[in-house]
């Protein structure tokens, strides 16, 4: 087990000594200790590469998504409809959507929160000088006016669809950043100015992020009840665990699926379940490996793996399997796509048809190059070291070589998004707008988004952005259910199973309800209290 550094077992003895926080298993309301999966590349919420949860708690949104997947304002006054006149369809195919602040939102500096900062956020981001993790969305915006302080509007150069949570990431704050490069803004990039119930104290970089509450938050100085938050970078999951049933800290967000018996059971513990709205699938970047650029030895990998198996014995069944990126709980979800039978009959005939065949040692060979390929995915993270095994033996029948490169979660972040991989093990969390063009569209790549199996297919391009551009929503989810079928044809990636989320919260956490969407179980962060008992 690893100890406590001496700054974190003085901050544990000052803060949780009290009378509340042994009656609480530790946590209290002067202290909450959260077990944490890595260490953020940046508190940039624009420019992370992984889960911004920490970041959330101190950059707000003008939009989130609840436990509902309902789609609610933060900064924003309202959200902006064709009905209550915040959105409007030009004749020329644009688009103007109306974004109504909350008045009386200050910067933690002080300064007002003003439509200034919207309109820098977006030109910050559109200038190209600076690569944010993503511009989807935003490089279709023309431009933002600014009627006054607490109005944005924001004309797009065409319909687009997901545009409620186009801001949902937060605003940049013009008086601090303007002028400056962002590359480089690393006081802003370790301890961003923001509008959250808390802002960064201390970053100890390998060790923790200490966050302390904001003192005149405009939600109203009662809030947020929990004074500090304490984020332990513990990358093993079985340390994690074992930190969480010794009380040395307090809360582990998404428990791995294989621990969920073993806690189950812990008094002063309680966990919290919903289904994810989101899948584990392994990313075939056909770009660095060019065999993948054949869909017959993508559809063969996917009849390789007996996905039922593996939900049922490494997973505990805590998941199921699912055959797409959008979830049953999307109103746009398709059940009637492609599906991959584990059948290794199958997948050898596909191998031999694409001119594959095996050599001396059972490997594939084809024009001098072996079937042979490098996965990554996140070390200490046992339940995907173990699929990871699992689908290296499954390969081996077929007549693939598989081989594990394991990375601690926060290096894996930027080699995806360098595309510096053949293959990886790992999960999208997904927004509650089912948008997929950031993930499938042939412009999509990274720096422009997030098609990291660099799938290049027009047709599935071509209906991606028809969604995109449709206003009405029957007609936008018949085209995303078109979309899930040619994606499920085509398999660019090898969908396993869905992301249930288990979080193990002190029992006597008031407010904690979770969230099955990238909003992350700190959306609604400012609410949470450690009732007495």
């Known amino acids: 087990m690893r100890a406590l550094s001496a700054p974190l077992l003085l901050l544990a003895t000052a803060c949780g000594g009290t009378g509340e926080a042994r009656r609480s298993g530790g946590a209290s309301n002067d202290l909450l200790i959260v077990g944490y999966d890595r260490e953020p590349d940046t508190m940039n919420r624009y420019a992370t590469h992984i889960l911004e949860d920490i970041e959330s708690c101190v950059v707000e949104g003008l939009v989130t998504n609840d436990e509902q997947m309902r789609i609610i304002p933060v900064l924003a006054a309202e959200i902006p409809t064709v009905d209550n006149g915040g959105v409007v369809l030009r004749p020329d195919g644009g688009m103007d959507v109306t974004w109504k602040l909350r008045p009386g939102v200050r910067w933690h500096d002080g300064v007002p929160h003003t439509s200034a900062d919207v309109k820098f956020t977006v030109d910050a981001i559109n200038k190209g000088d600076w690569k944010p993790e993503s511009v989807d969305g935003f490089d279709r915006i023309r431009a933002v006016d600014t009627p006054d302080s607490l109005t944005a509007v924001v004309h797009y150069k065409e319909v687009y669809a997901p545009y409620q949570l186009q801001f949902v990431r937060g605003t940049l704050p013009k008086h ?138 490494l997973l505990d069944g805590q998941v199921e399997v699912v055959h797409g990126p959008i979830q049953p709980l999307s109103p746009a979800y398709e059940p009637n796509v492609t599906r991959y039978a584990f059948d290794t009959s199958a997948a050898n005939h596909l191998l031999d048809e694409a001119g594959w065949v095996r050599g001396p ?173």
């Open 176 to 313: 601090l950043l303007a002028g400056r490069d962002l590359n480089t803004a690393h006081d802003y990039n370790r301890a961003p100015l923001g509008t959250g119930p808390y802002r960064v104290k201390t970053w100890k970089t390998g060790e923790y992020i200490l966050l302390e509450r904001v003192p005149e938050y405009w939600r109203g100085s009662e809030q947020p009840k929990i004074r500090q938050i304490l984020f332990r970078f513990l990358t093993n999951t079985t340390t994690r665990i074992n930190l969480l049933k010794s009380g040395e800290v307090h809360m582990v967000a998404l428990v791995p699926w294989d621990k969920v018996r073993e806690l189950t059971p812990l008094p002063g513990l309680r966990l919290n379940r919903v289904v994810g709205n989101g899948y584990e699938h392994v990313t075939l970047n056909q770009r660095h490996f060019p065999p993948f650029a054949d869909m017959r030895v993508r559809q063969a990998l996917a009849h390789a793996i007996d996905r039922d198996l593996l939900v049922k014995t």
């Open 361 to 533: 040692d059972g490997i594939r060979t084809k024009g001098g190059t072996r079937l042979a390929f490098t996965l990554i995915t996140q070390g200490g993270f046992a339940i995907r070291e173990n699929v990871a095994q699992s689908l290296q033996q499954a390969f081996r029948p077929i007549g693939v070589d598989l081989q594990l490169r394991l990375l601690d979660g926060t290096s894996i972040s930027s080699v995806w998004f360098k595309g510096d991989f053949d293959a990886m093990l790992h999960w999208w969390q997904m927004g509650a707008d089912p948008e997929l063009t950031l993930f499938f569209a042939r412009d999509r790549m990274p720096p422009a988004g997030r098609n990291i199996n660099y799938l290049d297919d027009t047709a599935l391009t071509s209906l991606l952005y028809q969604s995109d551009r449709t206003a009405s929503v029957p007609e936008r989810h018949a085209l995303l259910r078109e979309a899930q079928r040619r994606i499920a044809a085509l398999a660019p990636e090898i969908v396993l199973y869905n992301t249930a989320k288990v979080d193990a919260v002190p029992a006597a956490l008031k407010g904690f309800t979770g969230n099955p969407t990238n909003a992350g179980p700190f959306w609604n962060v400012h609410q949470w209290e450690i009732a007495p008992p």
